[in-house]
């Protein structure tokens, strides 16, 4: 759900992107590479995620003095690049999404659109 949402979302904007759906522990999940999204933009839009459910709040707002600390501690597998969004329900975080081939802030709009998608289908009636 958390993919066609976002995907829907890239598709209305006009700008393909790598998507990438992780659990709690940074597993991967799910992953697309939409036509035409950059090729590096994978790896950026997976460690967004792992970021993102790692840190359990959005990629981005780290300081820019801790931000390299950060990628350089960790061996590059967290970023502070925007675009990495913790997926949580009922207050809880489940995941994360990462988004990556726009810029920052088109990265996030389709996370969220992701997400949002993902609680629309949870508050249907089964």
Not at 8 to 34: F, K, S
Not at 65 to 93: C, R
Not at 95 to 107: I, L
């Given at each position: 759900?958390?993919?066609q949402?976002?995907?829907?979302q890239?598709?209305?904007?006009?700008?393909?992107?790598c998507?990438?759906?992780v659990?709690?522990g940074?597993?991967l999940?799910?992953?697309?590479r939409m036509?035409g999204?950059k090729?590096l933009?994978?790896?950026?839009a997976?460690?967004?995620?792992i970021?993102a459910?790692?840190?359990?709040?959005?990629t981005?707002g780290?300081?820019?003095?801790?931000e390299?600390?950060l990628?350089?501690?960790?061996g590059?597998?967290l970023t502070?690049?925007k675009?990495?969004?913790p997926?949580?329900?009922?207050?809880?975080?489940?995941g994360a999404?990462?988004?990556?081939?726009?810029?920052?802030?088109?990265?996030?709009?389709v996370a969220q659109?992701g997400?949002a998608?993902?609680?629309?289908?949870?508050?249907q009636p089964v």
């Amino acid at each position: 759900m958390v993919l066609q949402g976002a995907i829907a979302q890239a598709e209305a904007m006009g700008v393909p992107q790598c998507i990438a759906v992780v659990d709690t522990g940074g597993n991967l999940l799910a992953y697309v590479r939409m036509d035409g999204a950059k090729v590096l933009s994978q790896i950026s839009a997976t460690q967004k995620a792992i970021t993102a459910a790692s840190s359990r709040v959005p990629t981005g707002g780290v300081a820019e003095d801790v931000e390299l600390k950060l990628a350089l501690a960790t061996g590059g597998q967290l970023t502070n690049l925007k675009g990495g969004v913790p997926i949580v329900l009922e207050g809880e975080v489940v995941g994360a999404v990462g988004v990556g081939s726009g810029t920052g802030s088109q990265d996030v709009e389709v996370a969220q659109a992701g997400i949002a998608a993902l609680q629309a289908a949870l508050q249907q009636p089964v």
